[in-house]
């Protein structure tokens, strides 16, 4: 199959971090805040489970969503300041 114009595989012109976790919105944050609330207390049934799961869902609002999106710039500018290697602990 062919792709005129478009790159598939590594070593595009486009240096991209791998699997970067500090980059995605849903990994440096709402999964650890999901959890937190989720597993506040030690979960006695599975529809226990999907209740607490339900109701951490609903709790996150978008002002939340908003202030973590703004992160976003922060954390890309570390990344290239750090020329794609480690940049947490500058966060």
Do not use: N
Request: net charge positive; glycine share 8%; hydrophobic share 40%.
């Amino acid at each position: 199959m062919e792709y005129p114009g478009r790159w598939i595989g590594r070593g595009g012109p486009v240096r991209w971090p791998p699997r970067s976790p500090d980059l995605t919105p849903l990994d440096f944050f709402l999964w650890g805040h999901l959890k937190e609330l989720v597993y506040r207390d030690v979960v006695t049934t599975q529809m226990d489970l999907v209740a607490r799961l339900h109701a951490a869902c609903t709790s996150v609002d978008p002002a939340m969503l908003q202030r973590v999106m703004t992160a976003i710039p922060r954390r890309a500018q570390a990344c290239l300041d750090m020329h794609g290697g480690h940049f947490e602990h500058l966060l």
